[in-house]
Each structure stands twice: as C-alpha cells, then as structure tokens.
C-alpha cells in the first residue's frame, strides 16, 4: 500500500523519537549499529538474478487493512502459484489489526491453500484499532473498508491473529527450513515484521542471528516504499516508510533498509511508479475513473458484470473499497506491481536504476544517493515509450495484473 506524504505533524512526532525507539524495543539495534561500517547501505557487488524456471519461493509481508491493492497483491500471487510460477512460502501481517490474519486466511481458503503458514505483528499501540483512542484515526480507519466484511462474508479457519505466530516467527521458521540464497520476500507494506526480523536472536528454529539469517537464505527483496529519487519537494515519508500515523513506522523503516545485509540484493518500488498502474475494473466489471483508460463501461455495472463472480473475495474486496474511495475501480497498483515483479523479474516492462543506495532517515523520508557505485540496491523504473504498440510499461503491467485477476482458481 501506498500513499504519496504523511502529514508534517507525523514527521514530526517520528524525528523525535528517533531510533532510540528501536534500541529500547529490540536490544540488538545497538550490537548492529555498533558492526556496521557505513550509516547506510554497505557497499557489495552482486548482481539480481532473473528467474530461471523455478518456482520462485516467496514469502508476502503485506499490511492488508486499509488499501486494496494488498488484496490484489495476494490473490495475484496465489493465481500466479496456479500457474507453477511461484511457491508461497509464508504470508505475514505487518499491523496491529487481528483481524488482518482473518482476511489473509479467507483468501488462502479460496485458492485451497489453508497449509501456507501466516504470522501477525503483535502491537497493542499500532494501527490496533480496538486499543486506540476514540476518534483517532487507527481507531476510525486501521481496519479499513474491506477485511471486517470478508470475514463476516467467507469461511476461513484462520480468523485473527491470536490463532497465528508472531511475524518474526513465521519469518524464522519458515527461513530457516529454506535452502541458502532461496526465498524472495515481497514487502507491501511496513517494516514491523523486517525491522524485528534482522533484531532477532537465535532460538529453536535457528542458532542464527535474524540479521545472518537473512543473508544465509534471502535471495533479494522487492520493496514496496519510499519514491525515487526522493520523497518529495517536502521530504516527508511515503506511506509505507513512514505513514500509519504513527511515530514507529519511520524507525522500523530507517533500521530495516540500514542494516539490511549488504549480500542481499534490495529492489525498491516506489510510489511514483505504482500509482501510474491502474488495475481492478475486469475483475468487479466498473470504470469509475474513465481517465485512467478504462475498457469497461461506467461505475454502476450489473452484478453480472466483472470476470470474477461476487462470491470471489478478491472481487468483494474491490466491491467494499469503493465505498471508501469513489474512483475505484480502478486502484493504482503498487503492491501487485512489487509483487510481481518478485516472480517474474523485470520483464519488458522495467529497467532498475542500480548504482548509489536508500538513505531513510527517522521520518521514514528517502533519498536515493547516487555516488555511482555498487551497493546491491536499485529501483525499479518503468521502460519509457511503448512496449507494443498502444502499449505503455504501465499499461502492460495492469494487463498482466488483471489477466492474473482475472484468472480462475485451480
């Protein structure tokens, strides 16, 4: 999920507390901070590897609550392991709405695949809306549009996270029961689940420290956040690097990309390009922004309409958002795109900018530093001109996302 700024007020509250936020939460920050040799991204020289056959091992760290595009992202995926192309190792919940692990579960129902392990970010203080204060935002929207109604609506055996492990379990768990330099991760969301990841200690599943964890099994990470080259005119934090209004999501996001292991390759998504990609109409049958190119006609579609029935959930979902955001369908794709991406590499659709490296700060605010070197980091860039003719990037994307929408479960 993406939004383009966090409020000023939120940036602020975020710069004073800083990383202190992190020591205190997970000890191993200082030991961390203390090892790294640059304040940033240490320099590595490996290139990104195109996938080759294989089913691609995935893990989705997704913050499914208040944007679609987290729906889409996962019921992509699940037609994409249909098709052989992906094995879905894990999906983990990156907020603190229990409810969130419910709407993950009711998708994996629908796509028969109950056995993928989920895991849930526990917090009683972030995007909690049941622990937030009355009339706050968390307490108002954290639950969004959508996941309360497929839960009431579809059968899942999973209803919320109390049924579930911990993010960084799950994490550990399923890393660990993976071969070396074998498990894509795609982060749509915020960086709870990393940030306590990397902080993590040896347990059972494990004698390794999160951080060498990470670099023994992590092939690369598709990385939904920040926007490129920087955050904007303003400096303040896309949505998934620092938005949740909360004074934690721009920590976790600055500690995550800083101390991420230089080995492990890390493709950022960022907003700017995400919002140009435009996708759910097929799927519920409605064009509500005529602007964006739709090829269907008008938002009041028949129930008939769409090339998924109402009782498909991925279809419910874009059904329930349009009651929060009148425009859609369609929804600016960044989730999807980073998603498949993950899968299936840069295609004819995207070239990565691959030279200088992500400074988050505290706000969560980037920048990309191009000081023309190698540091195992890119962004993705969406290829200029036509793919084919009519085509744009961006277009060919929301095709192929939609197609993938669009297609029936096995």
């Given at each position: 999920m993406a939004f383009t700024a966090l409020a000023a007020a939120t940036a602020a509250a975020t710069l004073a507390l800083g990383?202190?936020?992190?020591l205190t939460a997970f000890p191993r920050w200082e030991t961390l901070r203390a090892a790294s040799n640059l304040p940033y991204s240490v320099h590595a020289s490996a290139a990104y590897d195109e996938r080759a056959g294989a089913p691609v091992r995935l893990i989705i760290d997704t913050d499914m609550s208040t944007d679609v595009d987290d729906v889409a992202a996962l019921c992509m995926a699940h037609a994409l392991a249909d098709r052989g192309e992906v094995e879905i190792a894990a999906v983990v919940h990156n907020t603190g709405l229990v409810e969130g692990a419910g709407a993950i579960s009711v998708i994996n129902h629908y796509y028969n695949r109950d056995s993928?392990?989920?895991?849930?970010?526990?917090?009683?203080?972030f995007d909690n809306p049941a622990t937030a204060p009355p009339g706050s935002w968390a307490n108002q929207k954290a639950a969004?549009?959508?996941v309360l109604p497929l839960l009431s609506t579809f059968p899942s055996p999973i209803r919320n996270a109390t049924q579930v492990p911990s993010g960084v379990e799950v994490y550990r768990k399923v890393l660990a029961n993976s071969p070396?330099?074998?498990?894509?991760?795609?982060?749509i969301g915020f960086m709870s689940n990393l940030a306590g990841l990397l902080a993590s200690e040896p347990d059972s599943h494990s004698p390794l420290s999160g951080r060498d964890l990470v670099a023994a099994k992590v092939k690369q990470v598709a990385w939904m956040g920040g926007q490129y080259p920087h955050s904007g005119v303003t400096f303040l934090a896309e949505w998934n690097f620092g938005g949740g209004h909360s004074n934690e999501t721009g920590p976790w996001s600055a500690a995550a990309v800083t101390y991420w292991p230089a080995s492990v390759p890390l493709v950022f998504s960022g907003a700017e390009m995400g919002s140009q990609i435009f996708t759910g109409s097929p799927i519920t049958g409605r064009c509500c922004n005529v602007g964006v190119g739709c090829k269907v006609d008008g938002c009041a579609a028949p129930p008939t309409a769409g090339c998924q029935p109402a009782d498909n959930p991925c279809r419910a979902a874009f059904d329930a958002y349009h009651s929060w955001d009148p425009n859609c369908p369609p929804r600016q794709s960044w989730d999807p795109a980073t998603t498949l991406f993950a899968v299936r590499g840069l295609g004819d659709f995207w070239t990565q900018h691959s030279t200088g490296f992500n400074r988050v700060n505290d706000t969560g605010a980037n920048e990309w530093v191009d000081d023309g070197g190698d540091h195992n980091r890119s962004y993705l860039v969406l290829n200029p001109g036509e793919?084919?003719?009519g085509w744009t990037a961006a277009r060919s994307v929301a095709k192929a996302i939609d197609d993938l929408l669009c297609a029936g479960r096995r």
């Open positions: 990383v202190s936020a992190l993928i392990p989920i895991g849930a970010f526990r917090s009683t203080t969004g549009p959508y070396d330099h074998s498990v894509t991760i795609s982060s793919i084919t003719p």
